[in-house]
């Protein structure tokens, strides 16, 4: 039973390679070549809580016209949460245009398309949180903008409660 087996088993030579050894054993594709050309876009993993700092302007458009002030929870250089009055109805993948304004130290007011990735009802029952992403149309600039914005919010809000401060609201 044994020769049986060990006829079975390639014996690891210099005539066969490792890698198509281990394919032949494991069939399935696998994309090792493509992690290594493109690095990961890190600035989508930063997201600033929005709930205790002073709010953004910014102004959803659906495509029925409706227009609507928002209420931004959280950010991210890839979209962005927020509260919405419940008027009518959304759904998943609706394209929204949205219009806010970066408070940086000369304001930059920052116009895209945004895709409902997903929506939820509010305890109360008359608001929705939206999830929106940012479409492809936001060049790099303007996400480097919001993600410098991001991180300089961050920054501050680590060095004011090292200093024994309080943030936003919590005071």
């Known amino acids: 039973m044994f020769s049986r087996l ?3 088993i390639p014996i690891l030579t210099e005539e066969i390679h490792i890698d198509g050894w281990v394919k032949k054993i494991f069939p399935w ?7 290594a050309d493109t690095p ?3 600035r989508e993993c930063y997201r600033l809580d929005m709930q205790n700092l002073p709010p953004l302007d910014a102004t959803l458009v659906s495509q029925g016209g409706a227009i609507f002030d928002l209420k931004v929870l959280n950010l991210s250089a890839s ?3 927020c509260r919405i009055p419940k008027v009518e109805p959304v759904f998943r993948d609706q394209v929204f245009t949205l219009v806010f304004a970066l408070p940086l130290e000369e304001p930059v ?3 895209t398309e945004a895709y409902l990735i997903s929506s939820n009802p509010t305890e109360s029952g008359n608001s929705e949180v939206l999830h929106l992403q940012f479409s492809g ?6 996400r480097d903008l919001i ?3 991001i991180v300089k919010k961050q920054f501050d809000m680590i060095k004011q409660l090292r200093r024994g401060g309080c943030i936003g609201t919590d005071c």
């Open 147 to 149: 993600h410098g914005f």
């Open 137 to 142: 149309n936001l060049d790099s600039r303007q």
């Open 79 to 81: 979209g962005l949460s």
């Open 6 to 8: 060990q006829a079975a």
């Open 40 to 42: 990961p876009d890190n």
């Open 109 to 111: 007011l920052i116009k």
């Open 29 to 35: 594709k696998t994309n090792s070549g493509h992690l």
